[in-house]
């Protein structure tokens, strides 16, 4: 059977699974499976696949970063950052809304999970909002689109999976995340104090206020200096940063603020360990698709049919592969897409001659954008769940948000010297940089 159509067998397979209810690995192995039996690929080779997915070891800063994230939603470390949040913009049009972007800022730096910060502003933020007569859809809309923000800024795990798989510099792709991130943050705010519901704004907090309430929360703050620090200074790899993060919250911040907490370690350990197990059997099972869809040529076929419109202009292929992932991160989550197209992804990174950094921010912005968008939208799904409105409701609450994202990711695109300005200064090797032959500064391509 020709490899089109058995490529157009996987994906049918794979979608009519899909839409049936069964959970996104078995639908990518019931479609890998299809492909092995009609074509020459043995399932032994498959197997081997699935182990190769996981066999990585950037993969191992995921678990740690998760559970710095349980860590800190569970040892009473959220309303610490809550109330320097509110203390900061509660006194500014859109109250609670513009508390959630900026605790969302906080927090995204810590735990690198979009489905944790989902979880916790819907717990921590979600029920004062209500009683302040915020509209339940409005709700849900803001706090996944603010949940997004963790697939930027460092510690991201949409970053760590990308460098791992596409062997792009994670901390290179920490780095120009920030930009993208704080873009999407602060139009956010924007957005809710120009079009957003007023919500109950709280007086000005005083100076000495906010400088309580930073001093309050400052240990917890201390885990992204500790995790960027120690990366940028060369001083541990994004897992080694993860596993001092984890120390740091144990021997420091537990004891300092919610001793009695211990008893608990271990349930949050447990909890860590089976969260990370729902991505990583996912990685499994998408490497095994991905690698079919090289195999098979899948990846050739459709690189070939963007160059053929885009030729190699670089701004036209980030264009068409946004389209392209907008499209796909509708329908999977941005682990398993990230692996399945990396080899497509990889051969119009060299077509166009753009930058992998570069191009990761930007496929890694789109994937967060398809997190709330139909018909699949995870975090948005999520966020009306917790909230207790229906997807439709919520998705209509969201539809004037996607302004931001798609903003965001357009000056991703046209402006790369701004996405690329802290990695070239801060880790100028992670972005192609090289050292100068003159011995002095590094020469960087354009």
Request: hydrophobic share 55%; proline share 7%; glycine share 10%.
């Amino acid at each position: 059977m020709s490899a089109p159509v058995v490529l157009a067998l996987m994906s049918i397979c794979f979608l009519s699974f899909g839409y049936l209810g069964v959970p996104v690995p078995f639908s990518l192995m019931a479609g890998v499976f299809i492909g092995a039996i009609l074509s020459d690929v043995s399932l032994a080779a498959i197997i081997q696949k699935i182990f190769d997915g996981v066999d990585s070891e950037a993969l191992l800063a995921i678990p740690f970063f998760l559970l710095v994230g349980e860590l800190m939603s569970s040892a009473n470390v959220v309303v610490r950052i809550a109330n320097l949040s509110v203390s900061l913009v509660g006194h500014i049009r859109g109250g609670l809304s513009q508390v959630v972007v900026v605790f969302s800022m906080f927090f995204s730096e810590m735990s690198g999970s979009t489905t944790a910060d989902v979880a916790v502003m819907s717990r921590a933020l979600g029920g004062p909002m209500k009683r302040e007569g915020y509209e339940p859809a409005f709700i849900a809309a803001i706090i996944a689109s603010a949940s997004t923000i963790a697939a930027l800024v460092p510690p991201s795990i949409t970053a760590v999976v990308y460098g791992a798989v596409g062997n792009v510099s994670i901390a290179g792709l920490f780095m120009a995340g920030v930009v993208p991130g704080l873009m999407i943050g602060f139009g956010l705010m924007i957005y809710c104090y120009f079009f957003g519901p007023s919500g109950l704004r709280k007086p000005r907090a005083p100076l000495r206020q906010v400088v309580f309430a930073a001093g309050d929360a400052a240990l917890p703050l201390m885990i992204p200096v500790i995790l960027l620090g120690g990366i940028l200074t060369g001083w541990f790899t994004p897992t080694e940063a993860g596993v001092v993060a984890v120390v740091w919250i144990i021997l420091v911040v537990i004891p300092a603020l919610n001793r009695g907490h211990f008893r608990k370690i271990p349930y949050d350990f447990c909890l860590a360990g089976l969260i990370f197990s729902l991505p990583l059997i996912t990685i499994g099972a998408a490497n095994a698709f991905g690698w079919m869809l090289a195999y098979l040529r899948g990846a050739t076929y459709i690189a070939e049919w963007i160059t053929s419109i885009a030729g190699n202009d670089p701004h036209l292929i980030m264009l068409l592969m946004v389209l392209l992932f907008t499209v796909v991160g509708d329908f999977i989550e941005p682990v398993p897409t990230i692996i399945i197209f990396m080899p497509l992804v990889n051969a119009l990174t060299e077509a166009g001659d753009i930058n992998g950094v570069h191009m990761g921010v930007v496929l890694i912005a789109t994937l967060a954008f398809g997190l709330i968008t139909p018909p699949y939208g995870l975090v948005l799904l999520m966020a009306s769940k917790f909230v207790g409105i229906s997807f439709a409701k919520a998705l209509r609450a969201a539809l004037p948000i996607y302004v931001v994202f798609l903003t965001t990711i357009a000056f991703a695109i046209y402006f790369p010297s701004v996405v690329l300005w802290l990695p070239r200064h801060v880790l100028p090797e992670s972005v192609g940089c090289f050292k100068s032959p003159a011995g002095t500064g590094y020469i960087c391509p354009q």
